[in-house]
């Protein structure tokens, strides 16, 4: 019954037709730029015979990981045209080029244009795609470290677009509104671990939530973590201004290291809270099973997740995610549950909770029941029970 609701929830409330209408238009943005991007690298040149995207890495010149992104940007471009074809060499994947790259027959301004229609907040998607595409070349061949400054608040230039693309975009924002009201409908009280906290779309939401319930006192703990010393000094100042009566604790937590092992006792938690950031565990089931560990009996995970579409549908953020050596390589690869990088799609999300051991796992909203209303929707809230 809490899914069916949460579900209609989605529909009438959240997803509001300028939301769907913000998505359909960045899928088309990202093909775009994907498009310009192909012909600004001489990918027809380079595909005139069958190349596996390490291949194409070389040719070019990037750093060895950049064969990560190029393979996300082809299959992108093989699911959406039929201009390239793929093949499997001894399970090496390679992308040929059959036919002329079609043209565009969108025009980016118009996109943004339409965008800006919307409301002014929603350019800041385009913004960041914009940032992806002009910055690629730069980040995958003279400094494969640039992205991963940004990620962590280490460029100063560059921290005020980050924490829009983050917080005040709505089609970001949204994962934070869809977490808190789950974690309302799930969790009855007790102590939350946020992982992966950064610059603070979870904490924020919720508090802001429960607090407009006058139900904050539901939170009896709350320990915020991040690898970022940056995000986790900034989100703190924030939240300690605006809910000082909240008992929260401000840690530095590697979810690619067990919980246990960071000062975080078994049996400890209530709840695990994540939005956007599970997903990149080195190793997704051993971090489940860590998480596991570390709740009380019928404790709870609870992930606000960019999912796929499908099992290679690349994410139009990836476009400048991608360009960060973390996000590439810090998701371990597996054929059956994780065939790209990072995001998974529900299955794969099912897949990893039962082999970690968790029971009544569950994707909300229900997405089947919204395919016709949002066919582009991207985002949704993954739980299970310890």
């Keep these: 019954m809490a899914q069916k609701w949460y579900t209609e929830w989605c529909k009438n409330e959240l997803f509001t037709n300028e939301l769907v209408q913000a998505a359909r238009l960045l899928q088309a943005a990202l093909n775009w ?47 959406q045209y039929s201009f390239l074809e793929k093949s499997a060499v001894n399970g090496a994947t390679r992308f040929r080029e059959s036919d002329n790259p079609p043209e565009i027959t969108h025009n980016l301004d118009d996109i943004r244009a339409s965008m800006s ?12 795609l914009q940032f992806g ?9 003279e400094d494969p470290e640039f992205l991963d400054r940004i990620l962590s608040g280490r460029e100063a230039e560059w921290e005020e677009l980050w924490f829009r693309a983050t917080n005040t975009d709505p089609l970001q924002n949204v994962h934070g509104i869809m977490g808190a009201v789950a974690i309302d409908k799930l969790f009855d009280s007790g102590a939350i671990l946020e992982i992966g906290g950064g610059t603070g779309n979870g904490i924020r939401n919720l508090f802001s939530h429960l607090s407009d319930k006058n139900e904050l006192d539901r939170v009896r703990q709350y320990i915020f973590t991040d690898i970022s010393q940056k995000f986790i ?9 605006d809910y000082p009566d909240v008992d929260t604790e401000w840690r530095f937590v590697d979810l690619n290291v067990p919980i246990n092992q960071q000062k975080i006792g078994d049996g400890s938690i209530d709840l695990i809270y994540a939005v956007n950031a599970a997903h990149v565990a080195k190793d997704i089931i051993a971090f489940l099973r860590s998480c596991r560990k570390t709740l009380r009996p019928g404790g709870r995970v609870l992930f606000a997740e960019r999912i796929r579409l499908t099992e290679k549908d690349m994410a139009p953020r990836e476009l400048a995610l991608n360009l960060s050596i973390y996000h590439r390589t810090a ?40 395919n016709d209303y949002f066919p582009d929707q991207y985002a949704a809230v993954i739980t299970a029970v310890a």
């Design 233 to 241: 000094m900034s989100t703190r100042r924030e939240i300690r201004a």
């Design 331 to 370: 998701a371990l690869r597996n054929d059956k549950h994780r065939p790209m990088h990072c995001y998974l799609s529900p299955k794969n999300w099912l897949n990893v909770l039962d082999q970690a051991g968790y029971g009544n796992a569950e994707i909300w909203p229900d997405l089947d029941a919204l």
């Design 33 to 79: 730029h994907l498009v310009n991007l192909y012909r600004r690298l001489n990918f027809s040149d380079l595909l005139s015979e069958p190349k596996s995207p390490g291949e194409l890495a070389e040719s070019l010149q990037f750093t060895d990981s950049a064969a990560i992104t190029i393979d996300a940007m082809l299959e992108r471009l093989f699911s």
């Design 117 to 128: 229609e919307l409301g002014q907040d929603y350019l800041t998607t385009l913004e960041f």
């Design 133 to 141: 595409d002009d910055k690629f070349e730069y980040a995958l061949r």
